[in-house]
């Protein structure tokens, strides 16, 4: 039987503190738990280096221009990350979901706790899944859904739940048709045709099916943000992640050399991120983006990630162009061994597959 994207992000032995978020709304105070500032991991090089205020940021690339192909590949090379405009995804869509999304985290907290991800489970109410990998607790709380969000929607209005979960599926109807198109853009960008599809072994074929995951996040506003963690630094497992962020800064990325730099909300635009698949499959000429949220004092930060990748049970494997001389730097891996790997492994999962 297939093996469904919720099936290979189950995990194990994780304790309560691993999946249930603080109740934001009773702390005035940062908390032990969730003070970053003594620990090894942020004095760790990437939590020292300044955050860099060079203006040079992702580029913003309108998806209608005729060079979309060429400035996709360059930010991509560059970045791994490029914001996009005239996208196609009506912004009362996008607003709508940020509403509901808002809706549910200002829930009370006990309610929240009826749509509590399950030890074994992948989707629902509860803390980043990276979270085991850190000693201390990040000032953050999610909500995952994968397909329908009607279990957890109807714990949380048992009358009511239908519009949630309307709103929910248009938005991930739009993503993956938005993510379909930036996916023949960025193969197109390395060389690889989708007229030869006919002619691609099976790794490359899968990489025209999909299944995805909606992460609706939000980071309250923190008595004490230069102790504290939004969210730790990771990069995305799968191929692309598309995100839309409110208009309140906090979203960082990692550059060789410079630092982290912010990656500021642009109006309009939605965020495109290269993830660990898609970095397989370019044969690391995408960078993975190493990314984090810092929180802040006065404004609540909400974002909606859209992670993008081929089926659990399919196989992803470098793409050589034909143009270049190339040696595979991984092999193949299914992803659902990958997503085991991420699990266990966290950012070393990579290095276990290069060859
Ligand atoms: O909130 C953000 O900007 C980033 C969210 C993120 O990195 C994630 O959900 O993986
Ligand atoms: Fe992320």
Request: with cysteine; charged share 20%; proline share 7%.
């Amino acid at each position: 039987m297939a093996t469904s994207l919720s099936q290979a992000y189950r995990d194990t032995h994780l304790q309560p503190k691993h999946i249930i978020p603080l109740d934001f709304d009773t702390v005035h105070e940062l908390p032990e738990s969730h003070a970053w500032i003594q620990t090894d991991e942020f004095s760790r090089a990437a939590y020292q280096i300044r955050v860099n205020q060079s203006p040079a940021t992702v580029p913003v690339i309108d998806l209608r221009s005729p060079d979309v192909v060429e400035l996709m590949g360059n930010a991509c090379r560059r970045w791994g990350m490029f914001q996009v405009t005239n996208h196609d995804v009506p912004s009362s869509l996008v607003d709508d979901v940020v509403e509901h999304a808002q809706r549910l985290f200002s829930l009370p907290a006990e309610l929240k706790l009826k749509a509590l991800r399950s030890p074994s489970g992948a989707t629902g109410y509860g803390v980043a899944r990276i979270s085991p990998f850190f000693s201390k607790l990040m000032w953050h709380e999610g909500f995952t859904i994968m397909g329908s969000a009607a279990e957890h929607a109807q714990q949380l209005w048992p009358h009511h739940y239908e519009e949630f979960c309307d709103v929910m599926d248009n938005y991930q109807k739009k993503m993956k048709s938005l993510a379909y198109k930036i996916l023949l853009l960025l193969l197109k960008s390395l060389g690889v045709d989708d007229q030869e599809d006919q002619q691609m072994d099976c790794s490359s074929a899968s990489l025209y099916q999909s299944e995805s995951a909606l992460q609706l996040n939000s980071y309250p506003s923190c008595p004490n943000p230069n102790q504290a963690v939004g969210l730790a630094p990771h990069t995305d497992s799968l191929l692309l992640t598309i995100l839309h962020q409110n208009d309140t800064n906090g979203l960082q990325i990692f550059q060789e050399g410079t630092g982290w730099t912010p990656v500021p909300p642009v109006p309009g635009a939605l965020i495109v991120n290269v993830g660990d698949l898609m970095h397989i499959v370019s044969n690391a000429r995408f960078p993975t983006v190493y990314h984090r949220v810092v929180p802040n004092n006065t404004r609540h930060r909400f974002s909606i990630a859209y992670f993008y990748g081929p089926p659990a049970d399919s196989v992803v494997a470098p793409l050589l162009s034909s143009s270049e001389v190339q040696i595979p730097r991984f092999r193949p891996v299914k992803v659902k061994e990958y997503i085991g790997l991420k699990n266990k492994h966290l950012e070393e999962a990579l290095h276990l597959i290069r060859v």
